[in-house]
């Protein structure tokens, strides 16, 4: 089955907005198996999406259109559709009342303007916004069948998993169930983590598990889709796959699904019950950032402390005469995280500091990263060297600390050689 | 003159990766007086780009194209354009040569790979990419003139503003010189600075400076594009154009061209001489994160201190006797700015606290912030409230930090009522 994807409307068109709405659909397509192959963007102009709606349907057996669906004279999409159909535009009753019950339930009166949002293509198929005025609706273009979905990304976002991918599936010929397993990991890079699942997709020996991958750095994404009869039969061939993927990347995956590492790192600590405090330098207050604002870390993420130079680390934390000259150590590290979990009382604290490269920002700009650990029990450090520019450095760094942190509390090894680190520094 | 873009390759129409490449070209090609009437994305296939390129060629006078001009077997552009042109390949020895030298300065046997990367259309005009292998190159296909540009961002916005722009303005017949004016700002709306700025453009009769926005919240972009017979007549033109805009919109511009907010906090600490200390709660370090990394930071910027709880933060900053229960307000904020200045030496504190509404985040979930700004001379403080979501409020209230203090250095009024601020709350 051909896919195509129209996206419409000025401001993707002239990049005054990044298109986030189509890498969005089209990976949500290829999690179920379904590929897109042409995109096309238009602007709010009456015959350059005319123009795409024939050629699409000239090419396409299955279309979808975002955008144009609003209540304003740029809003063209209903129009449009119904010219390239040949059919005229005609007021769906049962959307007009659906709008005029979500403005009383706001206590407004819908403005004259939004009627436009309830004249669709005579030929189509109404389908449903549950959260805003701008309904979908899908009608046949030449050889294609069209769907016609809202810009705004919520409500895109709930159409297409709703009430459009089912329907391509269906078109698909497909009567398959798919399920989408996905593993999140620091530290290995896309080409390593492929190389170490070699082989996993053909545990099931019908090809109905496909692994992919989605990198950016500094972490990584592993996916498998998996297709079968019914939720139960995917279930048996996935458990043996899940096992091996896990069993192969091992300490490095920090995550599944829908959980994050920040996420990860807060249930730990909310499990012990513990508390934390945060020193940090290069990185700026940026694993602070990770951390404090979640919902629940109220009464876990006890205090963040950010620096640039160790002498002002160490004075914060109380340890104003033994401010180091020289570069960092682990010891260092050490000693800042001891300092910092006595002064705030916190039951663990994290030190991550950083001395990056002298002169200006270039592709082998590098720094040294020493972190420790410190609880009531022990403490313990780990050192580091990451090359790749400024804002790379920094980025490792974040991760890395909230990485080790993870670690520690899952009682997992802090030193497992990552990509990311120079090979030639003492480790 | 119609101007399309191809936008070529597998993990961009897969939606692996977003497509930033786009908006910026797009973008650019605004911020020069051009328009991009049409976009296509293919993946790396024969068939579809030969039928991107043909359909293109048809319709446009110009035709940039992106990707597919790497070493790897799944780079096609060269291949398929010299097909759609009608003519073969043939080696390029000048690019072929500055190949080897680049690989030998940097000690390494050019890979046989790489010589691909020569092999362009016959008719070809090849453009230098002065950073990387992957040359540009122009022919005629159809009745466009097509651009091929690498897909590495760096070396696709050099190639873009250093060869290829000079050539579409060229082309376009615009025998003028045009220039971009910018204007960043805090706390005004698109539509409202869009109704401050009425008829700005008319104090030029001859229509050669045109207004537009970008807004990506918190901040609001103004930009003015001039043509001119040169530069002299362009800084003419603008002088009087530039100066009407400072008036209107005022203390709201924090920064103007490349300058950042961060950037002219950091500038105005350093020209005092004057150091910080910055205290946050709900903004969890994103203050701290976008000062302290700056290159000149390291001295300027003294301490962070961050804490989800009021009473830890008194804790912090040595308050402990002091600490509140109920509400935050400015007076505590003013005492916490206050404490923080003496705990480190710092000339100058900021203290941001937030105190977020209760239960789930929703889009009428809101924060009350109240900011206090400490020098040796004096303690000044600012209350608000702003709705519209956890992450709404959290980047609220980074940013209204930021502008508070920016504005207090350069003498300007800390209490001017913004557009995000919610008018039933006292100010």
């Not at 049962?94 to 403005?103: H, V, Y």
């Not at 300490?251 to 699904?257: L, M, P, Q, T, V």
Request: one cysteine or more.
């Amino acid at each position: 089955m051909r896919i195509e994807i129209i996206c419409t409307g000025d401001e993707v068109l002239t990049g005054k907005i990044v298109n986030t709405n189509f890498s969005y659909m089209s990976q949500k397509l290829e999690d179920v198996g379904l590929a897109v192959q042409w995109e096309t963007t238009v602007g709010d102009n009456r015959d350059e999406l005319l123009r795409a709606f024939q050629l699409a349907g000239q090419r396409a057996d299955a279309v979808i259109v975002n955008g144009g669906l609003g209540p304003t004279v740029d809003d063209l999409s209903q129009e449009v559709a119904a010219r390239a159909a040949g059919v005229e535009l005609a007021l769906h009753e049962g959307w007009l009342a659906r709008m005029e019950e979500m403005f009383r339930r706001r206590s407004r009166l819908m403005p004259l303007n939004n009627h436009k949002q309830a004249m669709l293509p005579a030929s189509a198929e109404m389908i449903d916004n549950p959260i805003g005025t701008a309904c979908g609706f899908a009608l046949d273009i030449g050889k294609a069948r069209f769907f016609f979905t809202p810009g705004v990304p919520r409500e895109l976002h709930r159409m297409l998993e709703e009430q459009i991918l089912p329907r391509l599936l269906a078109r698909s010929g497909q009567q398959t169930a798919i399920y989408l397993k996905r593993f999140h990991s620091y530290g290995l890079g896309e080409s390593h983590v492929d190389a170490l699942l070699k082989g996993v997709e053909d545990i099931v020996p019908d090809g109905s598990v496909k692994l992919g991958f989605r990198a950016h750095y500094p972490q990584l994404e592993t996916k498998l889709t998996v297709r079968g009869a019914d939720m139960n039969d995917i279930q048996t061939k996935l458990a043996p796959v899940v096992e091996e993927v896990r069993k192969r990347v091992g300490n490095f995956i920090f995550a599944e699904d829908e959980k994050t590492l920040e996420g990860v790192v807060l249930s730990e600590l909310t499990a012990q019950p513990a508390s934390l405090a945060v020193v940090e330098t290069f990185t700026g207050g940026q694993i602070a950032a990770r951390l404090a604002p979640l919902p629940g870390a109220e009464t876990i993420f006890r205090r963040g402390t950010v620096a640039r130079s160790v002498g002002e680390i160490c004075a914060a934390v109380g340890l104003a005469d033994s401010v180091p000259s020289g570069e960092i150590t682990p010891e260092m590290a050490e000693a800042v995280a001891t300092a910092a979990r006595q002064q705030t009382g916190a039951t663990h604290a994290l030190a991550v500091l950083v001395a990056v490269d002298d002169g200006a920002d270039r592709i082998d700009f590098g720094g040294t990263i020493c972190l420790g650990i410190a609880t009531g029990r022990e403490v313990v450090s780990r050192r580091s060297r990451i090359v790749g520019g400024r804002e790379w450095v920094r980025l490792g760094a974040v991760e890395m600390g909230l990485d080790c942190l993870r670690r520690y509390l899952q009682g997992l090894p802090l030193h497992e050689r990552i990509d990311f680190e120079k090979t030639d520094d003492k480790a």
